[in-house]
């Protein structure tokens, strides 16, 4: 069996390239984790305090335009997808404390791993 591919032309409004079809714009993976520290108000030599993890609302920016909001979990962790571009992250834990610096991401073309860093206020 032979399968025939037939091509036809319908004047000068036939579009230049037919096989072209419209595409939507790609986007890619974001990983992250938000966290807070220091968790220890002194920490001594052999004294392991590790970052606390943040539950809030993050938002990605570009521009001053809301782009997309995601939350991280209980454990910080947050998962979504963004189109290429470089883009301002905030946290909004919704507290006076943890506070959580505005974060620039830059997504090019693969997915991307980000670790927002919190101020516990501890000093």
Same mark, same amino acid.
């Given at each position: 069996?032979? %399968? !025939? *591919?037939v !091509? %036809?032309s319908?004047g &000068? &409004?036939?579009?230049?390239n037919?096989? /072209?079809?419209?595409?939507?714009? +790609?986007?890619f993976? =974001?990983t992250? =984790?938000?966290? !807070?520290s220091?968790?220890? +108000?002194v #920490?001594?030599p052999?004294q =392991?305090?590790?970052? !606390?993890p943040v539950?809030g609302?993050?938002?990605f920016?570009?521009?001053?335009?809301? =782009?997309a909001?995601?939350? /991280?979990d209980?454990t910080?962790?947050?998962?979504l #997808?963004? +189109?290429?571009?470089?883009y301002? $992250?905030?946290v &909004?834990?919704?507290q $006076?404390?943890?506070?959580c610096p505005?974060? #620039?991401? *830059? $997504?090019t073309?693969?997915?991307?791993e980000?670790? $927002? #860093?919190?101020d516990?206020g501890?000093?």
């Open positions: 069996m032979t %399968a !025939a *591919v !091509a %036809a319908c &000068d &409004d036939a579009p230049s037919p096989t /072209s079809t419209p595409t939507s714009t +790609p986007t993976t =974001v992250g =984790v938000v966290e !807070a220091p968790t220890c +108000p #920490e001594r052999g =392991v305090c590790p970052p !606390a539950q609302t993050i938002s920016t570009r521009q001053q335009d809301l =782009v909001r995601t939350a /991280s209980a910080g962790r947050f998962t #997808e963004l +189109p290429a571009g470089t301002t $992250v905030g &909004d834990t919704g $006076v404390l943890p506070t505005p974060t #620039e991401l *830059v $997504v073309d693969r997915a991307v980000l670790r $927002v #860093e919190c516990t501890i000093r």
